[in-house]
């Protein structure tokens, strides 16, 4: 069997191993909002809808479009579809980071590629939207490395403004990890990567017209990063011990990535190989500020997959430049193995977790998720009894509906958005959604001179959810808004019913006016 032969199947193997346990991803409950919103957002996409001007996100329009494209193709929007799609950007990052390693050789590429998926399992199967954009920037850097083909330098920019439209935030990271690779180019190899980079964002530029640049500022820039993340941010030191010292250790392993890259430039300013290592480091130091905002167990590895992904590959090195008799596949192994080591010793729960998804995948074992069917479309909830109240709550506004009307979900106390129920919406497509709050944010929803209260006044049914009330952070996320909503609430509207921790209620016959 030739090298790239062995290659491509060691690469399946490890992709294999790690099926099951991910497989068992799609049995998860969902997040109410953030899961709820990957379903909700594309389907009004394909609808004529626009993010930014018909409602809010504080993302790019990347993941949006790339689902939209899937379910348009697969008969509509479908919660196991969505997962699909989030495993594939797992699998595609685990791919482009082997990629990237088995250029030194191929056990170091396995080895790297087993401790990211390692680090991938307890996030699920989500498609979130910093996983694909992670894996557009990785694949930028691999493609990068041919900088002697126009082409590749073309493509390489391209999937760099790639990630940028998945998430913008992710600008100071692609431009550093790029920095390295783009010096090595020669000038018309720059100019290509730079019209491919250019292509990319596009979009924003077409969004800005048609939502107003307004819009793209408030959603993208103004109100995620000024406005709600002091209601968002988690304080470091919040957190639990093993966190912590997973997010340190995160940043450590960013630091010796770095290092790793600077010993291998050094020694051959002009290998591309040497540059990628560098050009890894950069990349995984600048997911730092996705950890260090919300220091919770996603976030952490959000960031954390990548930079101890990459550290088997730097250990590696480092050992390599001072021991280089060592054979290459026990370095590789001993490498790899300090990597898994270091994760047992600083944050033990976490390997705990990972292992308990490999067992359950390969027993087979079924988790107590129930779904909730309706109009034929489901979604995955914890346990039996909320699912039996949300479908009570369901039923009622199906036997209630007239053509036309309008539904709002939000939480109980309207002056705190915190969070809210956006999936309700995706298990009612007949009605149209009321406001342009599907999900909430502090800080935005109910900032000063919102249209919160208005969006309410047009709705003829409201879902309200008590649980939601109790919302507790060390944060910026316990202040109040404007209690406009709720005069709104108890003026124009009149409960209903109560379904465990959730309230219907249906505007007034006294007020109904035409929309």
Same mark, same amino acid.
């Given at each position: 069997?030739?090298?790239?032969?062995?290659?491509?199947?060691?690469?399946?193997?490890?992709?294999?191993?790690?099926?099951?346990?991910?497989?068992?991803?799609?049995?998860?409950?969902?997040?109410?909002?953030?899961?709820?919103?990957?379903?909700?957002?594309?389907?009004?996409?394909?609808?004529?809808?626009?993010?930014?001007?018909?409602?809010?996100?504080?993302?790019?329009?990347?993941?949006?479009?790339?689902?939209?494209?899937?379910?348009?193709?697969?008969?509509?929007?479908?919660?196991?579809?969505?997962?699909?799609?989030?495993?594939?950007?797992?699998?595609?990052?685990?791919?482009?980071?082997?990629?990237?390693?088995?250029?030194?050789?191929?056990?170091?590429?396995?080895?790297?590629?087993?401790?990211?998926?390692?680090?991938?399992?307890?996030?699920?199967?989500?498609?979130?939207?910093?996983?694909?954009?992670?894996?557009?920037?990785?694949?930028?850097?691999?493609?990068?490395?041919?900088?002697?083909?126009?082409?590749?330098?073309?493509?390489?920019?391209?999937?760099?403004?790639?990630?940028?439209?998945?998430?913008?935030?992710?600008?100071?990271?692609?431009?550093?990890?790029?920095?390295?690779?783009?010096?090595?180019?020669?000038?018309?190899?720059?100019?290509?990567?730079?019209?491919?980079?250019?292509?990319?964002?596009?979009?924003?530029?077409?969004?800005?017209?048609?939502?107003?640049?307004?819009?793209?500022?408030?959603?993208?820039?103004?109100?995620?990063?000024?406005?709600?993340?002091?209601?968002?941010?988690?304080?470091?030191?919040?957190?639990?011990?093993?966190?912590?010292?997973?997010?340190?250790?995160?940043?450590?392993?960013?630091?010796?990535?770095?290092?790793?890259?600077?010993?291998?430039?050094?020694?051959?300013?002009?290998?591309?190989?040497?540059?990628?290592?560098?050009?890894?480091?950069?990349?995984?130091?600048?997911?730092?500020?996705?950890?260090?905002?919300?220091?919770?167990?996603?976030?952490?590895?959000?960031?954390?997959?990548?930079?101890?992904?990459?550290?088997?590959?730097?250990?590696?090195?480092?050992?390599?430049?001072?021991?280089?008799?060592?054979?290459?596949?026990?370095?590789?192994?001993?490498?790899?193995?300090?990597?898994?080591?270091?994760? %047992?010793?600083?944050?033990?729960?976490?390997?705990?977790?990972?292992?308990?998804?490999?067992?359950?995948?390969?027993?087979?074992?079924?988790?107590?998720?129930?779904?909730?069917?309706?109009?034929?479309?489901?979604?995955?909830?914890?346990?039996?009894?909320?699912?039996?109240?949300?479908?009570?709550?369901?039923?009622?506004?199906?036997?209630?509906?007239?053509?036309?009307?309008?539904?709002?979900?939000?939480?109980?106390?309207?002056?705190?958005?915190?969070?809210?129920?956006?999936?309700?919406?995706?298990?009612?497509?007949?009605?149209?959604?009321?406001?342009?709050?599907?999900?909430?944010?502090?800080?935005?929803?109910?900032?000063?001179?919102?249209?919160?209260? %208005?969006?309410?006044?047009?709705?003829?049914?409201?879902?309200?959810?008590?649980?939601?009330?109790?919302?507790? %952070?060390?944060?910026?996320?316990?202040?109040?808004?404007?209690?406009?909503?709720?005069?709104?609430?108890?003026?124009?509207?009149?409960?209903?019913?109560?379904?465990?921790?959730?309230?219907?209620?249906?505007?007034?016959?006294?007020?109904?006016?035409?929309?």
């Amino acid at each position: 069997m030739d090298t790239s032969r062995r290659k491509v199947l060691i690469a399946l193997l490890v992709i294999v191993a790690f099926l099951l346990p991910f497989w068992h991803g799609f049995e998860r409950p969902a997040s109410t909002m953030d899961e709820g919103a990957l379903l909700v957002y594309p389907e009004l996409m394909l609808k004529g809808k626009l993010p930014y001007r018909d409602f809010e996100t504080f993302y790019g329009p990347g993941n949006l479009a790339v689902l939209s494209a899937v379910y348009a193709s697969f008969g509509g929007p479908d919660i196991f579809v969505e997962r699909n799609v989030g495993l594939i950007y797992q699998i595609l990052a685990m791919i482009a980071i082997f990629a990237i390693a088995q250029r030194w050789n191929t056990a170091i590429g396995a080895g790297c590629m087993a401790v990211a998926g390692f680090l991938m399992l307890p996030l699920g199967l989500a498609a979130y939207t910093w996983i694909g954009g992670v894996t557009c920037a990785l694949w930028s850097i691999f493609v990068s490395t041919k900088s002697e083909s126009t082409r590749c330098c073309f493509l390489g920019g391209l999937l760099a403004s790639c990630a940028l439209l998945f998430r913008p935030d992710l600008g100071p990271a692609i431009i550093a990890s790029a920095l390295p690779l783009f010096f090595l180019m020669q000038s018309g190899r720059r100019r290509s990567y730079l019209g491919g980079a250019f292509l990319g964002v596009l979009p924003f530029a077409w969004l800005a017209i048609v939502a107003g640049p307004g819009e793209i500022l408030n959603n993208l820039f103004l109100f995620p990063v000024l406005y709600s993340s002091p209601a968002r941010h988690l304080p470091i030191f919040s957190a639990d011990t093993n966190l912590i010292l997973l997010f340190f250790g995160h940043i450590l392993a960013a630091i010796v990535n770095v290092i790793g890259g600077i010993i291998a430039v050094r020694v051959n300013r002009r290998d591309p190989a040497a540059r990628i290592i560098l050009a890894l480091g950069l990349l995984g130091l600048g997911f730092t500020h996705q950890a260090a905002q919300r220091i919770d167990l996603w976030h952490v590895l959000f960031a954390a997959f990548v930079s101890f992904g990459v550290l088997p590959l730097s250990i590696f090195v480092i050992q390599s430049r001072f021991r280089p008799r060592q054979p290459q596949i026990s370095g590789a192994i001993l490498a790899t193995a300090v990597v898994l080591v270091l994760l %047992e010793s600083i944050a033990p729960e976490l390997p705990a977790k990972a292992r308990a998804e490999i067992i359950a995948g390969i027993r087979r074992e079924s988790r107590e998720t129930v779904f909730l069917a309706q109009h034929r479309r489901s979604f995955p909830f914890l346990s039996m009894p909320e699912a039996q109240m949300v479908g009570k709550i369901l039923d009622r506004l199906d036997e209630g509906f007239s053509p036309g009307q309008r539904l709002f979900v939000g939480p109980a106390d309207l002056r705190r958005t915190n969070y809210n129920d956006t999936f309700i919406y995706y298990l009612l497509p007949q009605f149209q959604p009321a406001t342009y709050f599907l999900e909430m944010n502090p800080g935005s929803a109910n900032r000063p001179n919102s249209r919160l209260a %208005e969006d309410i006044a047009s709705a003829d049914w409201l879902v309200l959810n008590h649980d939601l009330d109790i919302w507790n %952070e060390p944060n910026a996320s316990s202040n109040f808004g404007s209690d406009a909503p709720m005069r709104v609430v108890r003026d124009q509207f009149e409960l209903c019913g109560r379904f465990g921790s959730r309230d219907l209620y249906r505007r007034r016959p006294a007020t109904v006016t035409k929309l």
